[in-house]
């Protein structure tokens, strides 16, 4: 295999990752807190665009980066990665588990001036987390009604048991809050707020230069005392990656989440006292990297073809190769590190046979045919990272030796999520997975049918399997802990089994950020909050 064709070579990858590795390994620079300091300007590095920015109708942390910080959320998760309520004051369920009950905060107002009451929540959840919201649709499938018997009450009432833990751990993610009155007529899709979003969080959209930048400032009203300390926040497109970290040495940006640069630029500023280099805040977004089949290319429907790629690949020699220490070989869409419910590695998997690759081709009737071509695919990467991209040419390469051309289709952030979770124009796509804390909260939306056309990172590959689809359904209802526990198993053995996702590696996000930053990467996903204590130094 010509590996001098990926965008990195092997020497670079193993003495960067390390060299990062050691940072994360002793992080302590600059976390130290001082006295809080108002004012200031914080600039954002923002790698890839969406189509909107709500995060009410799209679960993604490039939604919430931005609309995190504008709207709120009804619970987050605190230092110790326990809820604590934002919008919500306290909850309460039922033993039954079918009704939940958050009593909200009073005095809280829009961003326009009209108050924030039990409707809005209402709306939200049974207009967008339950119909459109990516995440949420799944999350929500059993959700009847919302009750608002008074402005600071919200009854959620389900037609199955609802685990009140599941429900906590998800809402972080899937319990931001839109107004309603912005909303009730027209296309909540096409509504323009959408790309100017109106919240109750501490800072106040003010405008976007798409392409360019997007600015909100301090909001002056916010329901938090002496909140927010920044003045106002600005983040900056920049889709090169070199260019991004170019302007962090200038100064001209303060912070690069999510391993937005290269390996070798993180590596080269974690050894810059100016900045921290670190995993840290980003506990709660696990990820794993993906393959996902397009189940309309008859070839790919085929499970022996599956299969068959996923033993082309030589994932061990692509990690050690190219991820080095920040990366490990997945088992599947449970990551390890849910202590919770990961079932370990005793479930179908698929390491490299070229062997097997090819007996399974020519089982399934793709025999070589002039110049040694079986059939060929068309693979997008998504842009949100660079180990998407060395992944994409990996597998390439690795399908073009046992016959299969691929041509690699590159888009910007918009283009990848449209052209593959609403007009399906993919055969392979890879990309990443996020894992939230619980499995019904962004991982068996892969894999759970019937899900809205269009929603990014939710089952859109033309695959169903009701008994898969049974299992994801009574595990998200079941109450007793040791018994979803074994529900999840079962799934993981069952989707390994069939592999409509393949998800084979392991990762954690790298952050960046400038050493001025203060109670920054202080909750689980830090970059998802609304950095309503985020203040920098002189």
């Known amino acids: 295999m010509d590996l001098t064709r990926l965008e990195i070579n092997r020497r670079t990858a193993l003495l960067t990752s390390a060299a990062i590795a050691a940072n994360v390994i002793n992080p302590m620079r600059a976390f130290a807190q001082d006295t809080p300091r108002k004012g200031g300007v914080f600039n954002v590095h923002y790698g890839a665009e969406q189509r909107q920015l709500n995060p009410s109708l799209q679960a993604s942390t490039g939604v919430y980066i931005i609309g995190g910080k504008i709207q709120e959320n009804l619970v987050d998760l605190d230092a110790d990665g326990k809820p604590v309520g934002v919008l919500a004051e306290s909850w309460e369920a ?44 799944t999350l929500q499938l059993f959700l009847t009604a919302v009750d608002t018997p008074d402005p600071q009450t919200a009854i959620f009432r389900y037609e199955r048991p609802m685990p009140l833990n599941l429900l906590l751990r998800a809402l972080p993610d899937l319990g931001y809050v839109s107004a309603k009155h912005l909303y009730e007529n027209g296309d909540i899709r096409q509504n323009p707020t959408n790309l100017a979003p109106v919240g109750t969080g501490p800072f106040k959209f003010v405008k976007y230069e798409r392409g360019q930048y997007i600015i909100a400032d301090r909001n002056p009203d916010y329901w938090r005392a002496n909140a927010p300390y920044l003045d106002r926040i600005v983040w900056k497109v920049i889709t090169d990656r070199a260019a991004a970290a170019a302007q962090m040495e200038a100064g001209e940006l303060h912070y690069s989440p999510f391993s937005g640069l290269t390996i070798s630029d993180m590596a080269r500023l974690g050894k810059d006292k100016r900045f921290i280099v670190s995993t840290k805040g980003n506990e709660g977004n696990a990820r794993t990297n993906t393959i996902e089949f397009n189940f309309r290319r008859k070839e790919l429907a085929d499970i022996r073809v599956r299969r068959a790629i996923a033993h082309a690949i030589n994932v061990p020699f692509f990690i050690d190769n190219f991820l080095g220490d920040f990366a490990k070989l997945g088992t599947g869409p449970i990551p390890s590190t849910s202590t919770d419910f990961y079932p370990g590695a005793d479930t179908p998997q698929y390491p490299y046979d070229k062997a097997k690759t090819v007996a399974l081709l020519n089982e399934a009737g ?55 979770y609403d007009e399906h124009a993919f055969d392979l796509a890879t990309g990443w997975h996020q894992y939230r804390n619980d499995p019904a909260v962004s991982t068996t939306v892969w894999y759970r049918s019937g899900q809205p056309k269009g929603a990014p990172w939710t089952n859109q590959w033309g695959w169903e399997d009701k008994t898969v689809d049974k299992t994801i359904d009574d595990a998200a209802t079941e109450v007793d802990p040791v018994k979803r526990k074994a529900l999840y198993a079962e799934f993981v053995k069952e989707v390994n089994t069939e592999l409509p996702v393949w998800m084979p590696i392991e990762q954690i996000f790298v952050t960046v950020i400038t050493a001025k930053a203060r109670n920054h990467s202080n909750t689980p996903r830090w970059g998802s909050t609304s950095w309503h204590d985020l203040w920098l130094s002189a």
């Open 94 to 137: 039922t033993p039954d588990g079918k009704t939940v009950a958050f009593k909200l905060r009073k005095g809280i107002t829009w961003h326009d001036g009209k108050p924030f009451t039990s409707d809005d929540v209402a709306f939200t959840a049974m207009n967008m987390w339950k119909k459109i919201l990516n995440y949420g649709s």
């Open 366 to 420: 793709y025999k070589p045919g002039a110049g040694g071509t079986r059939f060929s695919l068309r693979l997008l990467p998504a842009p949100w990272g660079e180990d998407i991209s060395l992944w994409s040419t990996f597998v390439q390469q690795s399908l073009q030796e046992v016959g299969i051309p691929v041509e690699i289709v590159r888009n910007d952030g918009g283009g990848f999520l449209k052209q593959v």
